[in-house]
């Protein structure tokens, strides 16, 4: 516990200093693509790739990856968290620095994976080692590789929803909104960004009431600032959010940050484009 | 066994200790006897005056009203104004206090002065306070004869003299007092924290004063 | 009272399906946290001292059979009395025998969570005692036959044209054309009411905040001064508290007093702050001639050394359920025992058993907002993470969710297994989706497709695209 930033501390230090000189030559950077971008959204992991490269990282996506786990672990299967953990450490722990377009997936390895392995003399070192670099994609960007200027441009007003997990345990809120704004981008706060679109994993299915009641409630919020897009940093609560939209019909293109910040907007968003649902049963 | 026993036990089990553990003993011995202080907002730390108006902001921003009375004997003719400026009836109940004993009285004739408990007859308390803590604009009450707890809570205005001397910046300050006019380890029966009037917000969130004990909390700030 | 935890589903569904309940909660959604946020701005050192309230409860725990003796020796001295009570049948026997002992009539209460876990009330009643319940809230859920929805606003759940005609049907004597539709004259009436029962009761029970070790001091923290009415005037006080309620000395209670208030209503301080230690002094003119501590256990003893060891840090705020998106969209009662929201999640199964409670800490997403407001600092997530862990390893969980999970963790364990696996759900989820973009059903998403579309996928994996890619260059 002693390890995790509060948000406070983590905004105020990326705030306070001079950005970070940048990323070392020739550095390798493992992508964990995660799950959901695997097979839901490949062009995230490619937005990631090249926002990554432009910062002159050498991009590496071991085979030996599937999950980070967290299915298991929120389910109370600590033995396969576990075993799933050993497997992402060792194919990651050659990289330099491991990047990972999900706060969620983030958290799971900087924060949990030390806290699961901490009673295995032999792992928990590894998996100190790989929470000490590993890093959500955009506060890898802003926090490790000094970026304060986004080449791309969008023109455009888009309102963002910090995920839980990036907000709260990786303390990422300042990092998004800065790299988006460079980017020319207007930003309308929505009301309570802050609070869970009730995706949470397994939860959402669990519990559908329940999260649909908390994804009404988002969507309503979002609907609420006019913007034309939803931005996010975690595939989890953008498909919850943007099946929502979908399903209410609020027309509102549902990205991942990264597809921005890279300029790579040409595949139809999250669920589909607006016009889209018109076509929809 | 008796649960006294019994609780004591899975306590001692449940963290490993032993009974007769000497070092444990000290470490708690220690604590008790030494309390240290731990973070003091900066916030009460101030010189006098200005401590003397965070206290009066505080207390003004929970619907308290104050007034200074440099003067402790103009406490009777100043208390008699207030009563009749909020049209409140010029009986007052008070306890045995040695300050507030003190005060001319005789120079507010039309104040009826009952000295003793409440008993919820009476519309205005008067009672002096221990102590202040400027932090969060508290009055610190002590109970005994000097200052029926009754006096603090069964009236409907509750009027409170402290000397400005008494008030502090924060709690710790007012504990340390208490432990020196009472000794260590003891204490009066009741000790009221006062910060404000009382109110409620239990129908649907809206806050209301005067909730069961007084509707309205008026500080005389008497140095 | 009945636990009804293991329907957590069945009373959420229902009450999201409250619209009177709904608007109620509306209240906490907005006043609390507002509230909380503006009182926490304007104290500049309050990360710092969440972290010194957290050290210090920490300390007292691992010292606690030494500083509940160090209590009740000082209690003891003060001419008062400790009760030890192992559960809550011997909590109540203890208070059943105090108020036999001086044929209390009528009882009265300030409020106390501990009151409703041990069930007072009903035991109260059946010996014969009148109880009345103090604080407003209490009082109008008392009035309603109700349990508390929440543990510091226990009528937060209920509306005030409902609260006009409870007192209506029960305050018999009321005139018909008395205006009861204000808070204020709900209130005022509530208060001529009450007033006349502190002052003819024979017993007051309050609850405890904090114990002080050091003076042997009970500590109770309220806005309106009904605890304090209900101490100082009947001719017995009993306070009843469960025992991880202690601290060590005055200056650790102004710690954590920094923090409470500020957590709990977004107050700079409460109004009340009461210190009782034993019956009055000789020479009192006020005060209880008896003061009795019923110092319940209640399975917290064997929550030390474990995994909820932390959970006893708890201060009762109810910042956790302030801020749960679980607890906004249910309110307190979908919980099914006695504590809701987030710390209820972790606590009822710790008090009554994992295969009553376990329900409560699943239905969390773990989106982390009460952890990131609790004064104390409690991992609330890790130990509803802990309570599923339980679940698991006692095969408590439902077989379609652990078939499920084995099925995944299988491919998951196997990077080349999973990766084919994913490249034709990949390609044929899109081929089913059509280019539409996502689906409004799909077979085993019902969960899911109830109330969204499921976004489909782009066709090929990320992993098939990279391979791809790699051969190209």
Request: overall charge neutral; aromatic content about 6%.
């Amino acid at each position: 516990m002693a390890k995790r930033k509060t948000v406070a501390a983590a905004i105020s230090a990326a705030d306070a200093g001079e950005a970070p000189a940048g990323l070392e030559a020739g550095a390798s950077v493992g992508l964990f693509v995660t799950c959901l971008v695997d097979l839901f959204r490949p062009s995230v992991g490619f937005a990631a790739v090249k926002l990554v490269e432009d910062q002159g990282g050498q991009v590496g996506v071991p085979k030996g990856q599937t999950c980070c786990g967290q299915p298991a672990f929120n389910s109370g299967d600590r033995a396969t968290a576990r075993e799933i953990a050993k497997q992402v450490i060792a194919a990651f722990e050659a990289y330099d620095h491991v990047v990972v377009p999900s706060g969620s997936c983030g958290g799971m390895i900087k924060t949990h994976y030390p806290e699961l392995l901490a009673d295995d003399p032999q792992w928990a070192p590894r998996a100190d080692a790989l929470s000490a670099k590993t890093h959500e994609l955009v506060s890898f960007l802003y926090d490790v590789a000094g970026v304060r200027d986004c080449q791309a441009r969008f023109d455009g007003t888009v309102t963002y929803h910090d995920s839980c997990s990036g907000l709260r345990e990786l303390g990422i809120k300042r990092q998004p909104r800065h790299l988006l704004e460079s980017a020319g981008v207007n930003i309308a706060e929505m009301k309570d960004s802050e609070v869970c679109c009730g995706f949470g994993g397994t939860f959402c299915v669990k519990y559908p009431d329940l999260s649909n009641a908390m994804v009404s409630k988002k969507a309503a919020n979002i609907a609420a600032t006019g913007a034309g897009t939803l931005l996010a940093g975690d595939m989890g609560c953008l498909m919850n959010m943007a099946g929502k939209l979908k399903r209410e019909g609020i027309d509102i293109e549902v990205r991942h940050i990264a597809e921005i910040l890279a300029g790579m907007t040409d595949e139809p968003a999250i669920a589909g484009s607006p016009d889209d649902h018109e076509r929809d049963l | 066994m008796s649960s006294r026993e019994t609780i004591l036990a899975t306590i001692r089990r449940s963290l490993g200790a032993n009974a007769g553990d000497r070092t444990r003993a000290a470490t708690v011995a220690s604590r008790l006897a030494e309390a240290p202080k731990g973070l003091i907002p900066a916030r009460g730390q101030l010189p006098d005056d200005k401590r003397i108006q965070l206290f009066a902001r505080m207390l003004e921003d929970v619907s308290a009203t104050v007034e200074r009375v440099a003067d402790a004997g103009d406490v009777p003719q100043r208390l008699a104004k207030f009563l009749k400026g909020h049209n409140l009836p010029p009986q007052i109940v008070r306890g045995e206090d040695a300050l507030l004993a003190g005060l001319p009285w005789d120079k507010a004739k039309t104040l009826e002065v009952k000295v003793g408990r409440a008993d919820g007859s009476e519309t205005v308390g008067l009672s002096r306070a221990f102590g202040g803590v400027a932090e969060t604009g508290t009055l610190m009450l002590a109970s005994g004869p000097e200052n029926p707890t009754t006096v603090n809570f069964l009236p409907e205005v509750h009027v409170v003299a402290i000397r400005a001397e008494d008030i502090a910046g924060d709690y710790e300050t007012v504990f340390a007092r208490l432990r020196k006019a009472y000794g260590k380890g003891k204490m009066p029966r009741t000790f009221n924290l006062v910060t404000g009037a009382s109110r409620s917000a239990d129908i649907e969130q809206t806050l209301l004063l005067g909730a069961h004990g007084p509707r309205r909390l008026h500080v005389m700030i008497v140095g | 009272m009945q636990i009804t935890s293991p329907a957590f589903k069945a009373n959420a569904r229902q009450a999201m399906a409250d619209a009177d309940l709904q608007r109620a909660l509306g209240n906490v959604e907005r006043g609390f946290i507002e509230k909380r946020a503006k009182a926490v701005a304007k104290m500049p050192e309050f990360e710092e001292l969440r972290d010194s309230a957290r050290d210090i409860k920490n300390h007292t725990l691992a010292y606690l059979d030494l500083y509940l003796e160090a209590y009740e020796t000082r209690v003891t001295e003060a001419g008062g009395k400790v009760h030890w009570a192992a559960d809550a049948a011997e909590a109540r026997n203890i208070i059943l025998d105090i108020c036999k002992s001086v044929e209390a009539r009528r009882v009265t209460k300030g409020k106390s969570m501990i009151s409703e876990e041990i069930e007072l009330n009903p035991a109260l009643e059946a010996a014969g005692h009148e109880v009345v319940e103090t604080d407003l809230g209490e009082y109008i859920i008392q009035l309603r036959g109700e349990h508390p929805s929440h543990i510091i606003a226990p009528a937060v759940h209920v509306n005030k044209d409902q609260v006009e005609a409870d007192f209506r049907r029960v305050h018999t004597n009321l005139p018909a054309d008395r205006n009861l539709d204000e808070p204020e004259t709900l209130l005022a009436e509530a208060r001529g009411i009450l007033r006349e029962k502190f002052l003819s009761a024979d017993v007051g029970i309050t609850g405890a905040n904090f114990l002080v070790a050091e003076t042997g001091t009970s500590i109770i923290v309220t806005n309106e001064g009904n605890g304090d009415l209900t101490q100082i005037l009947p001719r017995i006080h009993v306070v009843i508290a469960s025992l991880e309620k202690i601290v060590p000395t005055l200056e650790d209670v102004s710690q954590i007093l920094r923090v409470l208030a500020r957590s709990a209503t977004g107050q700079e301080f409460s109004v009340y702050t009461t210190l009782s230690t034993g019956p009055k002094h000789p020479g009192d003119p006020d005060g209880p001639e008896e003061y009795h501590v019923v110092l319940l256990d209640n399975g917290r003893s064997a929550m030390l050394g474990s995994e909820f060891e932390e959970m006893l840090r708890c201060i009762r705020c109810g910042a956790c359920m302030n801020h749960c998106p679980v607890y906004h969209a249910v309110g307190g009662h979908a919980y099914g025992w006695v504590y809701p929201g987030p710390m209820g999640s972790v606590l009822t199964p710790s008090l009554v058993g994992v295969d009553k409670g376990g329900q409560l800490p699943n239905a969390s997403t773990f989106c982390g907002r009460c952890e990131s407001v609790c004064p104390m600092r409690i991992p609330l997530p890790k130990m509803m993470r802990h309570w599923r862990e339980r679940e698991f390893e006692r095969h408590l969980s439902p077989a379609t969710v652990r078939w499920g999970l084995g099925a995944w963790a299988f491919a998951a364990k196997r990077p080349r297994l999973y990766q084919f696996v994913t490249g034709l759900a990949a390609r044929g989820m899109a081929l089913a989706a059509r280019n539409k973009g996502r689906f409004g059903w799909l077979p085993l998403a019902g969960g899911w497709t109830k109330y969204r579309d499921l976004p489909a996928p782009q066709g090929q994996t990320f992993q098939q695209m990279w391979a791809k890619r790699s051969r190209r260059a």
